[in-house]
């Protein structure tokens, strides 16, 4: 794979790739994590670079147009999510990362790409052959719970770090209700005992990030009551537990996550009535502030799911959606239509509606500080 305008072996890829699991970490991400560097002084970015600090891109196929690569060297994007289309075989997606990387800096920022997937386990993984192959129902069923979860989070580890990836969108919180319903469906749920969840999420919290690789929890505060019909890709989703269900069930598995020091927390698009009547949790003050850090504590980085997702179809295009993300509290932008615009468009939103104030500057600059901060702590071990 060639950036252009760069050349790159194929086999230095990989051995970017995978020094950041021997400890070494990429080269930006060396740069970025010396003693100190979270709270060093920071180049000055512009408005706009400050926004793609907090979005993440995403682009079709197997090979990142030149506009992609442009970006990130003008500073303007904070991360790329990768999906099976983009990884026709490990050595290719291994030699993008790397280009990215390296594109990265050459940009004015000081901290190295969200690089990102979803390696869940079972069918949920983008890289093949991959660890983890068991499922969270697995995992969740087996002898010995917590050891096959903690034996699940570094595997997945490996797989991001052999490739150079540093970011997984794992692990599924989410406590199951019944057989076979949204979660259940594909084994994307530990259990539907919220101690088991608790107990399953927490170690694969702390093998993966102890080997450098940033976790997600998701999808607060919790889809497990979603029937096999109910998707927030492709439609609303309305789930109606009464709020001392959602703080006993749903949102219990995080908090053993937020002990663990899970780095980022996603959100569903989904609606609570019982916390919030008008706004999915994304977009939901209420469940993000109130929620979440308030009631939970937690004061790592927030991530939406997908910007493009069906059931915010009523509340208008990429840029009304990253507005009303970033109002809710969302520290980062998932823009994953596999379309290069629709980060751009995130960008020029966030960044105009911080200029104008309709976005409370303040606000903004604790978010892409929390987004920064974690940032230069990739590749190190927790």
């Known amino acids: 794979m060639r950036n252009p305008g760069r050349p790159i072996s194929r086999r230095n890829a990989l051995v970017a790739g995978a020094s950041l699991l021997g400890g070494l970490g990429l080269s930006g991400v060396a740069r ?5 560097s979270a709270g060093r002084r920071r180049p000055k970015l512009t408005p706009r670079q400050e926004a793609g600090q907090r979005v993440i891109f995403s682009y079709p196929g197997p090979t990142p147009p030149a506009t992609l690569f442009d970006l990130v060297r003008a500073g303007e994007v904070g991360g790329v999510i990768f999906f099976g289309e983009n990884i026709p075989d490990l050595a290719q997606v291994a ?3 790397a ?5 990265n800096e050459e940009s004015p920022v000081d901290a190295p790409l969200l690089l990102m997937t979803d390696q869940e386990g079972g069918i949920v993984r983008r890289i093949k052959p991959g660890e983890p192959t068991l499922t969270e129902k697995q995992i969740g069923a087996s002898a010995d719970p917590t050891g096959a979860a903690h034996d699940a989070g570094i595997g997945a580890a490996q797989s991001l770090a052999g490739v150079g990836m540093n970011t997984n969108l794992a692990p599924v919180l989410d406590v199951y209700r019944e057989a076979g319903n949204f979660d259940d469906q594909f084994g994307r749920s530990y259990s539907s ?3 088991v969840c608790s107990a399953c999420g927490a170690a694969f919290v702390t093998a993966q990030q102890g080997l450098g690789i940033v976790a997600t929890a998701k999808h607060f505060p919790g889809l497990g009551a979603a029937t096999r019909a109910q998707n927030t890709d492709l439609g609303t989703v309305t789930l109606t537990q009464p709020a001392g269900e959602l703080h006993s069930v749903d949102e219990y598995p995080f908090v053993a996550a937020i002990k663990a020091g899970v780095d980022m927390v996603m959100t569903s698009w989904a609606v609570y009535p019982a916390l919030d009547p008008v706004y999915p949790a994304g977009f939901s003050p209420a469940i993000v502030q109130g929620e979440l850090r308030d009631r939970l504590g937690f ?3 927030t991530i939406t799911d997908a910007l493009e997702a069906g059931s915010l179809a009523s509340f208008g295009d ?3 959606r990253t507005v009303l993300a970033a109002r809710a509290g969302m520290d980062v932008l998932l823009c994953s239509a596999r379309d290069v615009t629709q980060g751009s468009a995130a960008v020029d939103a966030l960044a105009a509606a911080i200029e104008d104030h309709r976005l409370n500057p303040g606000h903004s600059r ?5 987004v920064l901060d974690l940032r230069t702590r990739l590749g190190r071990p927790s």
């Open 95 to 97: 030699a993008v990362v």
């Open 318 to 320: 990429t840029g009304a």
């Open 193 to 195: 005992d919220p101690e």
């Open 299 to 301: 004061r790592g980085v």
């Open 32 to 36: 970025a994590a010396e003693p100190g």
């Open 366 to 370: 604790q978010a892409l500080r929390r």
């Open 99 to 103: 280009d990215l990387t390296a594109a």
